[in-house]
């Protein structure tokens, strides 16, 4: 039995690492013409990492550590005319269109006559917020998390207010880590659908062991079909 | 009769416009070496105006204004050791203690022995998640709420997951246009306890028209008091 069906966001709903990837290009075009053996995109990662205590996921703390290793890998001889350029690829990224995975649309409308749905996204609260408005599936769902870390206590506390047992909820999502592991973790089903790029911090192993609550799919248009099964 | 009373975190329970103050100090202080008629205090007010639709409130777009304001103000000729000092700046602003204000320890746990206490903070989701956790307040509130925006639409969906009419909440708060005006508006009643200072933002004219729902309070311990009167 299915009580409730969570989806995450960004790469499974959405396209967000395609952006990422994108900027983080222009990023490591810009620093080149600097430092053409700096390694740039290790800095940046490393840089992301240390920052994650202070900042959190998000458009702005990329921008912020963006900006450090910029000024890292030249030995602060970065213009300030390229400080700015960073600046504006982190704001194009923040207003860039929300665009849908294909087949998102129709397979939410099918499911949401039959289950209710969550949507539970982690990251900026503005920027999410921002960008599920824009996706235009806000009605489509019957609750909306925005939380700053996904693990375990997260997926029991929101199963907890919405009154469903773990063992009847199935998560849908494209990081191993932050959407399957711990859901799987208290019980519950979920359904990986991988995206083609993912953010090394996102990365996991799967559960060592078979585990028979998780499926894999290539596309979310799979979906109904697995739950029909 | 109150059913729950609402608080605001930043600048109610806790100090937080002194620090961004003190920053602002720092920074306007880093800037005079560069520009010393530039008006820099103005041309932060409004490029933090200007960004709010793509930041949305919190200390990482706070720096990336500033950020901007360095290079608009100086024309590009800051240094980047130099706006590397407004990252640190801005790193220990999201890495400073939080102190509650005088008072807010004892009349918290008078109160949720009587009252269903919630507490409605805006603002960065992570970097909110951060300072209630180091407040120590957490397990006092029977809800939080971290919200991008408060207004009307905001209160009202949060008394109706609680299942709170809004005649019986009291919302408890020092910005008149976040915390008073909106609680008000929904017919809901309002403590606005000012702090010596106010974000530019977040001033407001109080109700034109006398309210009974609003009483001005000069610090929290005279909350109780007010309570049972």
Redesign the interface.
Known sequence: MIAAIGFDGDDTLWHNETIFSMTQERFHDLMVRYVPEAGVDEHLVARERANLH?????V??F??SM??T??EV?R??????D??RI?DF??MM??HPVELLDGVDEVIDGLRARYPLFLITKG????Q?SKIARSGLAEKFERIE???EKDEATYAQILQRAGVAPGDFMMVGNSMRSDILPVLGIGGRAVHIPYHITWEHEIAPPPAEPNAGLTVLESIRDLPAHISA
């Open positions: 202070l900042f959190g996921y998000g702005k703390g921008m912020l900006i450090e910029a000024i030249t602060e001889r970065i213009a300030a005319g400080i700015q600046i982190g704001k923040l207003d900026d609260l503005f920027d917020e925005i939380v700053s």
